[in-house]
T-cell receptor
Framework: GQNIDQPTEMTATEGAIVQINCTYQ??????LFWYQQHAGEAPTFLSY??LDGLEEKGRFSSFLSRSKGYSYLLLKELQMKDSASYLC??????????WGAGTKLIIKP | GAVVSQHPSWVICKSGTSVKIECRSL??????MFWYRQFPKQSLMLMAT?????????EQGVEKDKFLINHASLTLSTLTVTSAHPEDSSFYIC?????????????FGPGTRLTVL
């Protein structure tokens, strides 16, 4: 079947590092996306991984292990504006996205 | 590049009326468009997938006669909520994908907030 799991909510401190995990079971896996969504707004693209390993993009990095069906999003030097929901989505063989429920990240000063 | 617009941004309507939401890809050809619905504090729920010139494919549990989708051109798709009721109040988001792009990424519109009184 198709399934995506990620934590419902996480809390972190401004300036710190946080890792948001995502596990997936997707038929015909074709890559893993991370999106950021602020309340009341549409999602915005953060990263895409299709090969194993770490992709770094400024303060954000994303990791994928295909054999384990596992990904994480790493956010460094957290800023208050990073408070948002982070959505993990896997792409299947038809390039359809299967969405996780999202992780609400709360940043405290 | 890869901008998707939605209109209107928000709409309030009376129960029983129909509402049309437009989704446009401004600088690319949207081979496929997706319509999502999101209730407060919940994740995106895919309603339907549409390819230009063909009928939309609806997800299980989504009434195709209630949510009419038209994808008449490579830059425009419309979602019409017919005979809207308060339980249809939600955040409706479209996304568009162009075949051949890296990642097969979906580009999202800004969303339309529908409130049915």
């Amino acid at each position: 079947g198709q399934n995506i799991d990620q934590p419902t909510e996480m809390t972190a401190t401004e300036g710190a590092i946080v890792q948001i995990n995502c596990t997936y079971q997707t038929s015909g896996f074709n890559g893993l996306f991370w999106y950021q969504q602020h309340a009341g707004e549409a999602p915005t693209f953060l990263s895409y991984n299709v090969l194993d390993g770490l992709e770094e993009k400024g303060r954000f990095s994303s990791f994928l292990s295909r054999s384990k069906g596992y990904s994480y999003l790493l956010l460094k030097e957290l800023q208050m504006k990073d408070s948002a929901s982070y959505l993990c989505a896997s792409s299947d063989s038809n390039y359809q996205l299967i969405w996780g429920a999202g992780t609400k990240l709360i940043i405290k000063p | 590049g890869a901008v998707v617009s939605q209109h209107p941004s928000w709409v309030i309507c009376k129960s029983g009326t129909s509402v049309k939401i437009e989704c446009r890809s401004l600088d690319f050809q949207a081979t496929t468009m997706f319509w999502y619905r999101q209730f407060p504090k919940q994740s995106l729920m895919l309603m339907a997938t549409s390819n230009e010139g063909s009928k939309a494919t609806y997800e299980q549990g989504v009434e195709k006669d209630k949510f009419l989708i038209n994808h008449a051109s490579l830059t425009l798709s419309t979602l019409t909520v017919t005979s809207a009721h308060p339980e249809d109040s939600s955040f409706y988001i479209c996304s568009a994908r162009e075949d051949g792009r890296d990642y097969n990424e979906q580009f999202f519109g800004p969303g339309t907030r529908l409130t049915v009184l």
